[in-house]
C-alpha cells in the first residue's frame, strides 16, 4: 500500500509558498519577478519578436544590440503626493524589467525595426539574404 500525502489546506498553502517566494527570498526558487510574456515567430524574410507591455509608453522602451544580443529593458518611476491640512500621503510606483536575446548569424541587424501598439512591442528582425553562390564547373 503506498502512502498517499493529503493536504486539507491546499488555499492556505499556496499562501505561504507565495509568502515565502516573493518576502523571504527562498534560493531553491529563484523569483524572476514580472517579466512580459514573449512571442517569437520565424517566416521566411523575418523574425517577429512580439512583447506583452500594456500600460507603458514608446519612451519606456530601451532596445540595445552588443555582440549579437538584442536586450529590451524598461524602467518606469511615478511618485504622487496629495497634501490636506493635517496629512500628506505619498505614493511610489516603480516597475523595471529587462530582457535578452541571442540572435542567430542570419539577421541583418542594420534594418531591425521596433513599434508599439495597443499594449504590444513588436520587433521585425530582417534576415540576411544568402549568397546564392551558383556555377559550372568543366570537367577536364
Known amino acids: 500500500m503506498a502512502l498517499v500525502r493529503f493536504n486539507q489546506y491546499p488555499g492556505l498553502t499556496d499562501f505561504f509558498e507565495a509568502l515565502e517566494k516573493n518576502f523571504f527570498n527562498n534560493p531553491e526558487e529563484k523569483y524572476q519577478g514580472d517579466v512580459p510574456a514573449v512571442n517569437i515567430k520565424e517566416e521566411n524574410d523575418k523574425y517577429v519578436l512580439e512583447m506583452?507591455?500594456?500600460?507603458?509608453?514608446?519612451?519606456?522602451?530601451h532596445i540595445s544590440l552588443e555582440e549579437?544580443?538584442?536586450?529590451?529593458?524598461?524602467?518606469?518611476?511615478?511618485?504622487?503626493?496629495e497634501k490636506q491640512d493635517n496629512y500628506t500621503r505619498r505614493e511610489f510606483f516603480y516597475n523595471s524589467f529587462s530582457r535578452s536575446f541571442t540572435l542567430p548569424e542570419n539577421v541583418d541587424v542594420e534594418n531591425i525595426k521596433a513599434d508599439y501598439k495597443n499594449g504590444i512591442l513588436t520587433l521585425t528582425i530582417p534576415k540576411k539574404e544568402e549568397a546564392k553562390v551558383t556555377r559550372e564547373i568543366k570537367v577536364s
Do not use: C
Request: proline fraction near 4%; hydrophobic fraction near 30%.
Open 68 to 81: 549579437n544580443v538584442l536586450t529590451i529593458s524598461s524602467e518606469k518611476k511615478e511618485e504622487k503626493e
Open 52 to 61: 506583452a507591455a500594456p500600460g507603458m509608453s514608446k519612451k519606456d522602451f
